[in-house]
Each structure stands twice: as C-alpha cells, then as structure tokens.
T-cell receptor, first 113, second 114 residues
Framework: DQQVKQNSPSLSVQEGRISILNCDYTNSMFDYFLWYKKYPAEGPTFLIS?????DKNEDGRFTVFLNKSAKHLSLHIVPSQPGDSAVYFCAASAGGGSEKLVFGKGTKLTVNP | DTAVSQTPKYLVTQMGNDKSIKCEQNLGHDTMYWYKQDSKKFLKIMFSYNNKELIINETVPNRFSPKSPDKAHLNLHINSLELGDSAVYFC?????????????FGNGTRLTVT
C-alpha cells in the first residue's frame, strides 16, 4: 500500500525552464512533507520541507506547494540547471517529525543543457 | 568531513552468512536510523534509535539486529543472510526525536546476497 506516490518515474526539461515534480499521498494524518534529492551512489540529501499548516514554502530556486484537500504536493525548480539532474524523493510523516518518514519511489529529473 | 558515514560501501556475500554494516555520525544528533531501499526503489524505515535506545522497529525479521554502542554509532548486524536481503541500506541521523529536523543520510551500503 503506497501511502506516498510519485507517479512520474522520470522527467526531462531544458535548462532554464521550470521543473515540476508531483507527489500524491493517501494518509490524511500526514502533517509534514519533505523533498530529498539523490545523486547516484550517494545518500538522499534534504532539499525543502513544508508543514501542513502552510500551503507554500520557498527556498531560492525551489518552491514546494501543498494542496491538502487534494492530498497533493509539488516541487517547482526554476530556473532548472543541469546540476539539478538527480532523483527526487517526496516523503511524509504523521506527527512524528522526521521519524517514520514514508517515501515515494522517486522521480528522476534530467535537465538538458 | 563526512557527516554520516557507513561502511562498507559494497558488500557481496553468500546466503547463510552473517554480516555487519557500520554507521557513524559526527553531527551530534540524538537519533539514528536504518532505512532499506529495495529493488522497487522504495526507501523504508527499519529501525530508529534515540540516545542508544530503540524507538522504532518496523516489523523487520529478527535476523536483523541493530546495535548502538553510543549515540554517534548505529551498526546493523544481519544473521543468516537471504537472497531477499539484497538491497541498499542507508543509515541516517536527525537532531531531536519528534522534531521536524530533516534526516541526514549516509551514502548507502549496497548488499548483494548470492
């Protein structure tokens, strides 16, 4: 039972354009959401997070949007850069902060020069 | 300086063997975790320890035994390895239990059981 779903296994965009990565969740108890970025042969690194009391959080080129009614969140990267090419994991937790994070399967983003 | 380091990076072994993966963090974090990324690419929590005490055990077979000699170390010992144990195992740490501090992951150990 996938509680966190990333339905697009891959995404390809041109450098300078916007990348939009999507994530859906089923557990209405989730109240904290994160995005992690992973390069090959490395561990995931934290990118940005959002609490359920907000609907948007921005950090430089990265913005996460949360739509609680749709149980949907998205990560926008603008402008996209070749160094952004990586696998992006969406994760969520319910009341425990970073404990018991539930991860999606990831979306591989390729930014073409 | 590597914040969360785990060894070995690669581990190839035969069914039935016992092996260990070591993890150390130098971030001063209180909580450490083991995650498993299986062939379907899902990252799933296995264990978490807070100050050397087990706080989460996600129905992992008891062939897997975490050991935390101090809060900076969380090792994973696996007995009687099976083919299905082949996966990438990630160690992670975070600042405070229940806080929204993000996890810091190691670079993973790719375990292959033949």
């Amino acid at each position: 039972d996938q509680q966190v779903k990333q339905n697009s296994p891959s995404l390809s965009v041109q450098e300078g354009r916007i990348s939009i990565l999507n994530c859906d969740y089923t557990n209405s108890m989730f109240d904290y959401f994160l995005w992690y970025k992973k390069y090959p042969a490395e561990g995931p690194t934290f990118l940005i997070s959002i609490s359920s009391i907000k609907d948007k959080n921005e950090d430089g080129r990265f913005t996460v949007f949360l739509n609680k009614s749709a149980k949907h969140l998205s990560l926008h990267i603008v402008p996209s850069q070749p160094g952004d090419s990586a696998v992006y994991f969406c994760a969520a937790s319910a009341g425990g902060g970073s404990e018991k994070l539930v991860f999606g399967k990831g979306t591989k983003l390729t930014v073409n020069p | 300086d590597t914040a969360v380091s785990q060894t070995p990076k690669y581990l190839v072994t035969q069914m039935g063997n016992d092996k260990s993966i070591k993890c150390e963090q130098n971030l001063g974090h209180d909580t450490m975790y083991w995650y498993k990324q299986d062939s379907k690419k899902f990252l799933k929590i296995m264990f978490s320890y807070n100050n050397k005490e087990l706080i989460i055990n996600e129905t992992v077979p008891n062939r897997f035994s975490p050991k935390s000699p101090d809060k900076a170390h969380l090792n994973l010992h696996i007995n009687s390895l099976e083919l299905g144990d082949s996966a990438v195992y990630f160690c992670a740490s975070s600042h405070v239990t229940g806080d929204n501090s993000p996890l810091h992951f190691g670079n993973g150990t790719r375990l292959t059981v033949t």
